[in-house]
């Protein structure tokens, strides 16, 4: 397999609360191959959010990068100056923010918000910026004229379609999306996953997915990692974890999805609520949800290993 | 376009609303000008001459409908009577005059204040955190909440009369007639400092916070945070995503300023002797002289009204959102 675009080394966040830290991604370590999309997925405030934004070092205040690297072209990202920090935005790695409702600046044009990113990074005129900007918003499907419109006129699937667009509007080498069609009904969901799979597919670029719809991710990424409070509890090829899950919290994810095939099945629920990362649990923090937990998982934090070729799992039961 | 033509209309009868109770007001109060007028001539004025005078401010013994149908068609001519503390001056004439200069200093205050506190603003939020954003608010407030006529004695107390470096008050030196020249403009500008120097310094505080406290909380906005993700310089970010959005609410509180200024600079012109409006309604009441006191609220009403017109007009273009709900 090729050498990885980006890789992130035992990432730590926290978050300062007062005296104490509220560690929301704990020494997680994910590498990005190119043209490879890497599904995140996890329940709600598991630092899904957090561990995309810190990529691109956007963290609001109270959250600060702890420890771990993130190396992207022989660099630490976390390292390099404020110039370099710029230059690497948007040009190499870009972000589709959830909520599309609130991406756009409301009282300036959707045409200036594409065109500003373009000139600040790219030596080009003005109106070789809006020709570029019109053949943008043309690509994901929404007519040149909204150039001139602003976010308020544009539904909530036009707005997504135009943060993808302005994602691309660099031909970045990565492109990280986080929830991007949560805010959105199902229809249009279905329609710009469609989309941004073409997309990918014809410029080659590499996507970190990040949603809380593990059925999503099954479709469409090459590689997943499922995210539980703060840790990577498994990451495998996608066709290799939905044959063959080896965490419990995976296994019951997966039987968390209602089946179309078997609809006599009803889909699982998972008991109990996901830790508070202000207080975790000792030892595995899944393990209070565990109906499988033994000893050892209320005492000791399981290594991530392993298993099979690059399915890797942190889970006592099977190492 | 129909949203501004609606406005206007909504203007238009908030504005008659304002003159038919100013016309009822004095009415409704004891005393009347003319009688007034009469203790001022210590009788030595003859019972014809006390009718006309009465004729002259409309005080007729005519039905109060009359007196009203009267009154408005003096309104739209522009017509606003005759002054009896400056009898025997149009009150046109008398507020043209005190009008000008407190829209001089008053207007001057409030732009400055605005721009400069506002400019601070979005600096001490863009800087969270260090001293300029710790000190620099908690200072202004501390000094905006002193009582402004005690701020504006001390300073005028100290700059004025100890020290010598601005005049005690008046708008400019007794000794020049209004010219464009030199001297009289430096005149002007001198007697103006101090009025609008102590208004910015009591003000300042107010439009700093609020600008700031807009600021941080849009800069917590995901727009701009995509702003920040775009590598785009950090001024743009600042001014054209943050403090483009941050400014809305200011402009509205920058409005209402707007319309107070006639009204609100009473205290500055009483303590600095200045003539403007604020000192002409002083000398209004202390005259019972009901046709100034009338034209100046007449004025203060129709400078608010104006002034939201206006905030209105800038909304619109400011605030694209606005612009739907116009169509």
């Known amino acids: 397999m090729n050498e990885p675009v980006l890789k992130i080394e035992n990432l730590s966040v926290d978050y300062v609360s007062g005296e104490t830290l509220v560690r929301a991604v704990d020494r997680v370590s994910l590498d990005v191959k190119p043209g490879e999309i890497v599904g995140l997925a996890g329940e709600s405030g598991c630092g899904k959010t957090t561990l995309a934004k810190a990529i691109l070092r956007i963290l609001p205040p109270p959250a600060i990068i702890t420890g771990g690297k993130i190396e992207y072209g022989g660099k630490d990202i976390l390292e390099i100056n404020e110039g370099e920090l710029r230059n690497l935005r948007w040009q190499k790695i870009s972000i589709v923010f959830q909520s599309a409702m609130n ?30 900007a019109r053949q943008l918003l043309e690509m994901v499907g929404i007519h040149p004229i909204h150039i001139n419109s602003y976010s308020h006129q544009l539904s909530g699937g036009m707005r997504q379609r135009v943060c993808i667009a302005l994602a691309l509007a660099l031909e970045p080498e990565i492109v990280i999306m986080d929830e991007p069609t949560t805010a959105l009904d199902v229809i249009v969901e279905r329609e710009i996953l469609n989309q941004i799979k073409d997309l990918q597919a014809r410029l080659g670029f590499s ?17 997943l990692a499922i995210l539980y409070a703060a840790h990577i509890a498994e ?26 095939a078997q609809s006599e099945v009803k889909p699982e629920t998972i008991p109990g609520t996901p830790p508070s990362l202000a207080n975790p649990p000792p030892g595995c923090r899944f393990h209070p949800r565990c109906d499988r937990a033994i000893e050892i998982c209320r005492r000791e934090k399981p290594p991530l290993v392993e298993k099979a070729t690059n399915h890797l799992v942190a889970c006592h039961l099977v190492s | 376009m129909r949203y501004i033509l609606r406005r206007l209309g909504f203007y238009l009868v908030a504005a008659w609303a304002a003159v038919t109770l100013n016309f009822f007001l004095p009415r409704l109060m004891p005393g009347d000008p003319a009688t007034a007028l009469f203790a001022r001539f210590r009788g030595q004025l003859s019972p014809e001459a006390m009718e006309a005078l009465r004729e002259t401010f409309g005080l007729t013994e005519a039905p109060l409908v009359k007196q009203y149908l009267t009154y408005l068609g003096h309104i739209l001519r522009g017509d606003m009577g005759i002054s009896v503390a400056y009898f025997p001056s149009e009150v046109s004439g008398v507020i043209a005059t005190g009008l000008l200069w407190t829209i001089l200093i008053a207007g001057t205050a409030v732009v400055v204040s605005f721009a400069i506190g506002t400019t601070l603003g979005i600096i001490a939020a863009s800087r969270r955190g260090s001293w300029l954003d710790n000190v620099m608010p908690s200072v202004l407030i501390f000094v905006g909440s002193f009582p402004y006529f005690w701020l504006a004695m001390v300073v005028l107390f100290i700059m004025g009369f100890t020290l010598r470096w601005f005049p005690l008050g008046h708008a400019y030196s007794d000794n020049l007639t209004p010219s464009l020249s030199l001297e009289f403009i430096s005149s002007v500008l001198t007697h103006a400092f101090l009025p609008v120097a102590t208004v910015v310094v009591a003000t300042l505080g107010g439009w700093l916070l609020s600008m700031r406290n807009n600021m941080v909380s849009v ?24 403090a483009r959005n941050a400014l809305l609410p200011s402009v509205t509180g920058f409005g209402m300023a707007l319309g107070y200024i006639l009204g609100g600079s009473l205290l500055t012109e009483i303590v600095f002797s200045y003539p403007g409006q604020g000192y002409l309604l002083v000398q209004a009441v202390r005259n019972q002289d009901y046709p100034l006191m009338q034209g100046i609220f007449l004025m203060i009403t129709l400078a608010v009204l104006g002034a939201n017109l206006i905030i209105d007009v800038v909304y619109l273009w400011l605030d694209p959102r606005t612009r739907e709900i116009g169509r």
């Open chain 1, 103 to 132: 991406a756009l600046n409301p009282v300036i044009r959707v045409g200036e918000q594409i065109t500003d990113v373009i000139l600040a990074h790219k030596s080009v005129s003005p109106d070789e910026a809006y020709d570029r």
């Open chain 1, 235 to 260: 990451i495998a090829p996608t066709q290799e974890l939905r044959e063959n899950p080896l965490h419990p919290y995976t296994q019951k994810l997966m039987r968390a999805m209602p089946s179309l």
């Open chain 2, 219 to 242: 800069l917590g906005s995901d727009y701009v945070n995509l702003a920040k993700a775009k590598g785009l310089k950090p001024a743009r970010v600042i001014m054209r995503y943050a």
């Open chain 1, 207 to 223: 996507v970190i997915y990040i949603t809380h719809d593990l059925a999503h991710l099954l479709q469409f990424s090459h590689r």
